[in-house]
């Protein structure tokens, strides 16, 4: 089956065009995703606006604590994600793996701690659906936690084909366009913390 | 030339940097929270203004944003743009609606109240009739009461409730059972119930009813108070039924599942 | 057929201004364009294979120009359009008050002194008339053709319309949003009477000229209101009360052993209390009291509806 | 198999494997031209059948819910599987990167990975909507407003799956015709230089990419709302379906630029080749492109006139609807001009754009009532609305995606089709459609509310006309699409450049060879120098 022109055998292009496609498809790739979590966020202003008290009271549910740990813990795998990127440029494959390695804790860690803010939700009887407050919690950590998950595969892909040592500083896009998508997780969390637990514990 | 189209390197040190302000923002958004600043939505507007400077810190050096030229930029402005407006113009749709013409205030969760028993689709709905202008929103507290009291009356030690319609049925305050005899004599008449009696014509199956998520208890207390309030010309008949035989079939009704 | 409406209401008369005014403007730019547009295809028609063609690449001027122009003209449209809208928006403060329910698939009024009625909205000419809706199920939208207003009914917030009819006579009223199956079936009637009239619809009084309803219409009314159908039968055919066919006059044996012949005074006890003498066989004790719902006028009614089942 | 010559042409592969994993960005074209056109006859037919049913007042052939479904398929059909890829992902995709001079799109494998996705999308949507029991049809509308679609028992669930991996592929074709168009054009191809239908397209990408997020997010949650009841749209919990609404057309709305932009790309392609002339205001055809897509998004609350919205929001909307007229009727002007004094051939493409430029006329101009509150407050959801979105979507899209067909079927399949009976469809379409949809205008200023079974007596003969005028448009494109497949067998040879166009997709063979272009072309000049005399 070596028909040209079929998936297996795409024309090859210049690795320098192609990293820059690359980049430039993900950054679009992210407005997408800012929109996508865009009807959400539109969501939750307008209830947020109709039913502030039901807000202020869902949220009083919420252990900021908890909401605080996991920002931070999201803010030191942007970090390492960063620094991963950096070590990719700089060809120092160990140090490559150890960061990607470190994100994926990290990012672990987050959903450890996410674990144990729903399950004693669910028993409590709070699902989606209790009320438009958890609904909009639920939902929105919901999606962030699948973007999460996703992000963890393709940080896991990246480690496993730099310990075959794909990536030094002539090629390092993969792990530049990961380290983009990674970075959007971070931000969305940057902005659900404060809207979702720090509402209501004034 | 390679170097320049192949990403930029930054010092080490940067990153950690930025890590260390990401931290201190993060504090600072936490302190920002405890503060009153005499209007609700400011505690809000303040978040967002501190969480925007932290994703701007991501995007610009964790993300190398600053190297990037204006089309990418455009990308990272222009769903901004279109985000702002969507929530603007919503606030411009919302925030002229008159407040007072909602016919629905949803209750929030309430943790006294429910116990550990499973969660309840709390809304009441807070019927005032417009007439003459004022809709009249009265506070859902009574109904609410109501359920809560029997609610925690009930026997403990059920397992928790799977699905949502599940915890629904148990939040409720009648007793199922009794419901089930009641409906027996009663309901037969006209509709199927636990697969015996007629089924007339205007009289739905039990279970089409319960699918239909508008037929809310709120919605079935009114209905069987008096049907033709509900729906004049309706041909189902007011029972004369009293408030606990209505608690009780309504908690019968929210056993029956396709 | 709500073509011309003038007369029939002060906005919708405006409305059609507007419209006269964008029909005429529309038409002179559909046929600006195209009879430029056809003009050139024919007068440019190539000829000859090397026929010249003009190295126009464009035109500042022009383009300012015909960019400027519609820019003009739709703010003039927009301000023009805005200054109807705005007072087919706001209700006089005097507006006498209908609430309006819908649901699939019908239409109710309710009027201020609590009558409902269905299908039919009767108000006085020259009033004007505000509705205040609110919908029990899904979207509808409630739609005045020959009065040019409109307003979506939603279940989630009472909307408002008005308007204010100059010319008596019987109206349509459709159902604008897609509302499920008979959203077509979901019309009305608007009847728009005199002064005189409407004094004798208030007092629910018959119109000259035609004979009022007879007290068997009016008990017939009633056993279809109150959902008597479901269970008793006029043909004689048993649901699940006894039917009603024949039964006035009747000897009638009852489950406690008495029996009596079926006359008013025994027909007043079943509706009031209907436990009291149950006719034998029929044991499931299923019928309501209507005590308090059925008026001692309503029950002579129902009385000689069950007297016509002969 | 055999290794292929590099001048091998697209066409010449053949077998599952070649076409269903290619990632030629020719192939994924036809294949999505292929797919497209089928579900544009399924959806026609379904429109043929409405217009039966409303032949006559009450029943005619179906009953009241037979009635619901058919016009949900219609719309569903038409909108999500046919209108929205529509041009982009077949011209489009053909042609783009032959235009720019690139061998490809930036990401082949997107490309087809899109193209995939489309077609289990497809698959979601065909279940809901026909793949059930009868009772189980969708009945709800192509919108799926709230509350209905939140209590129906039909297929809402699978066909809202199913629009939201339709909008994943939509997505992934408008990043990458973006990134193509910002990253690949040949040296030389500047923005300046960027042929107009690459504009449009560029233009329809940005739609892609920024609106349809909102619109997977909005039916993610519709799906929650049933599944969860998490409120949002249930009245009864708190919710409110005019939010549903609102950012149901923060998508929908943009959405039809996307289908009408690369349309008035295919015209302003023609217009210059057919009348041997340069583009008239090139750039302002160009930025209006541009602005009409940036400001589409601004303008969705007209579909909410009468909704229940605030009394400044339906102020503001009105206003800003007003501002999409001005860049539209900039193109009208501009593209009338590119005739003046050119040396005119009016073969069957040239045809198709001149009548896109008179349909669209009228559609445009019947926007203005539309947009204008005091009249709209009448006309909205009546026939008016049909008739004036069936002037843009059939009028433009689908008169402007057959001019495209008819102008590069030469380049596509090197073949020429039979011009005399194409001329025929053509004037078949044209008298059937305006038949058609003419007196749906005035069913529509006469107070017939849309989506109705069953109508007063008092329109009949205005249905009855339409219906006719249906059948005609029905028959009309049964001939052309006839004639376009008899052309594909029995067609002439075609040779490389038959109406001397200077574009770049013209410089390569007829069919075009897999690899586009041997050497990357340079550009020296613009698309459109035509004009024999230089007067500059």
Request: charged share 15%.
């Amino acid at each position: 089956m070596s028909a040209p022109g079929t998936f297996f055998h795409a024309h090859e292009e210049d690795p320098v065009e192609a990293y820059q496609n690359f980049k430039f498809g993900m950054w679009m790739f992210l407005a997408t995703e800012v929109l996508l979590f865009g009807g959400l966020f539109a969501a939750y202003f307008i209830f947020k606006y109709r039913y502030h008290e039901l807000f202020v009271k869902g949220s009083s549910h919420l252990d900021w604590r908890m909401g605080s740990l996991n920002t931070l813990v999201l803010l030191i795998s942007s970090y390492t994600m960063a620094m991963a990127v950096d070590a990719a440029q700089r060809s120092e494959n160990q140090k490559l793996i150890r960061n990607l390695l470190l994100t994926l804790l990290f990012a672990a860690t987050f959903l450890v701690v996410k674990g144990f803010e729903w399950i004693p939700k669910f028993n409590h009887g709070i699902y989606p659906g209790t009320d438009i407050y958890f609904s909009i919690y639920f939902l929105t950590t919901g999606l962030h936690l699948l973007h999460v998950l996703i992000g963890m595969f393709f940080i896991g892909l990246l480690a496993v084909r730099a310990n075959k040592g794909r990536y030094n500083s002539e090629n390092f896009g993969g792990v530049e366009v990961g380290g983009l998508y990674w970075h959007l997780v971070d931000i969305i969390w940057i902005f659900l913390f404060p809207l979702l637990y720090l509402v209501g514990s004034v | 030339m390679s170097e320049h189209k192949m990403g930029h390197l930054q010092e080490p040190s940067t990153y950690l940097r930025i890590l260390i302000y990401l931290f201190v923002l993060t504090i600072v958004t936490v302190a920002a929270s405890k503060v009153h600043f005499g209007w609700e939505f400011l505690n809000v507007i303040v978040a967002l203004v501190i969480a925007a400077f932290k994703a701007s810190l991501v995007i610009r050096f964790f993300m190398h944003g600053k190297y990037e030229n204006g089309e990418t930029w455009a990308f990272i402005v222009y769903p901004i743009v279109l985000l702002v407006t969507l929530v603007g113009f919503l606030f411009l749709d919302y925030g002229f609606r008159p407040k007072d013409k909602y016919v629905v205030t949803p209750v929030a969760f309430d943790d006294q109240a429910h116990g550990e028993h499973g969660s309840s689709h709390n809304s009441t709905e807070t019927h005032g009739e417009p007439t003459n202008d004022h809709a009249a929103a009265e506070t859902p507290a009574e109904t609410h009461g109501d359920s809560s009291d029997v609610a925690n009356a009930e026997p403990a030690g059920e397992s928790h409730a799977e699905a949502p319609a599940e915890a629904a049925a148990n939040a409720l305050p009648g007793d199922a059972a009794k419901g089930l005899e009641k409906a027996k004599i009663l309901c037969i008449a006209c509709h199927k119930v636990d697969g015996a009696g007629n089924e007339l014509p205007g009289a739905p199956p039990f279970a089409e009813t319960m699918a239909n998520p508008e037929k809310t208890p709120e919605y079935l207390r009114k209905w069987l108070k008096n049907p033709a309030e509900v729906k004049p010309g309706t041909i189902m008949p007011n029972l004369g039924l009293s408030d606990s035989d209505i608690e009780n079939l309504i908690a019968y009704l929210a056993t029956i599942k396709n | 057929m709500p073509i011309d409406v003038s007369g029939i209401s002060e906005i919708g008369t405006r409305v059609d201004q507007v419209q006269m005014a964008l029909i005429w403007l529309m038409a002179f730019c559909f046929i600006a364009c195209n009879a430029v547009l056809i003009y050139f295809m024919l007068r440019y028609r190539r000829k000859s294979a090397n026929q010249p063609t003009a190295d126009l690449r464009g035109s500042h001027f022009i383009e300012t120009v015909w960019t400027l122009i519609p820019t003009i003209v739709v703010i003039i449209i927009f301000f023009y359009g805005i200054n109807v809208w705005s007072d087919m928006r706001t209700p006089p403060e005097d507006s006498y008050q209908i609430n309006v329910k819908a649901r699939q698939w019908s239409w109710s009024f309710e009027y201020p002194d609590g009558r409902v009625e269905a299908t039919e909205m009767v108000v006085p000419v020259d009033t004007p008339i505000k509705l205040n809706m609110v919908s029990e199920d899904v979207l509808h939208s409630f739609f005045l053709p020959h009065f040019r207003v409109k307003e979506d009914v939603v279940p989630s917030q009472y909307t408002y319309l008005w308007f204010e009819a100059k010319k008596t006579g019987d109206y349509h009223i459709f159902c604008t949003e897609y509302c499920g199956k008979d959203h077509s079936a979901m019309l009305g009637n608007l009847k728009v009477v005199d002064e005189e009239a409407w004094q004798r619809w208030l007092r629910n009084e018959p119109e000259p000229g035609q004979a009022p309803l007879s007290p068997e219409q009016r008990g017939e009314k009633l056993w279809e209101k109150w959902g008597c159908k479901g269970c008793h039968s006029t043909d004689g055919s048993v649901v699940l009360g006894p039917s009603f066919k024949g039964i006035y006059g009747k000897e009638e044996h009852f489950e406690s052993g008495e029996s009596l012949v079926i006359d008013d005074n025994y027909i007043r006890e079943s509706i009031y209390s209907p436990q009291a003498k149950i006719v034998k066989g029929f044991t499931n004790q299923l019928m309501p009291s209507f005590q308090g719902q059925l008026k001692e006028d309503d029950i002579s009614d129902v009385i000689a509806f069950i007297k016509s089942l002969q | 198999m055999s290794h292929a010559h590099a001048d091998e042409h697209y066409l010449q592969a053949k077998g599952f494997y070649n076409w269903f994993f290619s990632v030629d960005h020719k192939r994924i074209g036809l294949m999505y031209l292929l797919a497209i056109l089928f579900f544009f006859l399924v959806a026609g037919f379904s429109a043929i059948l409405v217009r039966t049913e409303l032949l006559f007042p009450g029943h005619t052939i179906v009953d009241a819910r037979g009635y619901n479904v058919l016009f949900t398929l219609h719309g569903a059909i038409m909108v999500f599987l046919f209108i929205v890829p529509g041009i982009p992902a077949t011209l489009g995709n053909f042609l783009l990167p032959l235009m720019i001079g690139a061998k490809d799109v930036a990401f082949p494998r997107l490309n087809l990975l899109s193209f995939w996705i489309y077609l289990l999308g497809v698959v979601c949507v065909l279940y809901a909507l026909v793949g059930t029991p009868w009772k189980d049809w969708l009945d709800t509308g192509w919108t799926l407003y709230a509350p209905y679609s939140v209590q129906s028992s039909t297929g809402v669930i699978p066909i809202t799956l199913g629009v939201f991996i339709l909008g994943f592929s939509s997505i992934l074709t408008g990043l990458n015709f973006t990134v193509t168009i910002h990253r690949l054009r040949a040296p030389g191809m500047t923005w300046h230089r960027l042929p107009l239908f690459c504009w449009a397209i560029y233009s329809a990408s940005l739609i892609q990419i920024l609106a349809t997020p909102v619109v997977g997010i909005t039916l993610l949650l519709l799906i929650m709302e049933r599944i969860f009841g998490i409120g949002f749209f249930t009245p009864a919990l708190g919710g409110d379906p005019i939010l549903f609404e609102n950012m149901f057309w923060f998508y929908s709305h943009p959405v039809v630029y996307i289908m009408i932009l690369p349309a008035m790309g295919v015209v302003a392609e023609i217009l210059p080749v057919f009348s041997k002339k340069p583009i008239f205001g090139y750039r302002a055809i160009a930025y209006s492109s541009l602005a009409i897509a940036l400001v589409s998004f601004f303008v969705w609350g007209h579909h909410l006139f009468v909704s229940g919205m605030s009394y400044w929001s339906r102020w503001v909307f009105s206003l800003l609807t007003f501002a999409v007229a001005i860049p539209t009727a900039i193109k009208v002007f501009n593209w009338i001009s590119t005739l003046y004094k050119g040396s005119i051939r009016l073969d069957s493409p040239m045809l198709y754009a001149c009548a896109f430029i008179f349909l669209f006329t009228i559609a445009g101009l019947t926007g203005i009532p539309l947009a204008t509150l005091a009249t709209d407050v009448h006309l909205h959801d009546s026939y008016f609305v049909v008739a004036h979105f069936h002037y843009t979507m059939q009028g433009g899209t689908v008169i402007g995606l057959l001019a495209g067909l008819h102008f590069w079927y030469p380049k596509i399949f090197g073949k020429m089709y039979n011009e005399l009976a194409s001329k025929v469809g053509f004037w078949m379409l044209f008298i059937g459609f305006n038949m058609t949809f003419m007196p749906q205008f005035l069913l529509g200023y006469f107070g017939m509310p849309r989506r109705y079974y069953d109508y007063l007596q008092e329109y009949a003969d205005l249905h009855f006309m339409s219906s006719i005028g249906a059948y005609l448009n029905g028959l009309a494109y049964l001939f052309i699409f006839g004639n376009l497949i008899y052309g594909l067998f029995k067609g002439k040879a075609a040779a490389k450049n038959p109406y001397e166009s200077l574009s770049l997709e013209w410089t390569v063979p007829s069919p075009p060879p897999l690899t586009n272009f041997d050497e990357v072309p340079t550009v020296e000049d613009w698309t459109y120098g035509y004009a024999s005399e230089q007067n500059a």
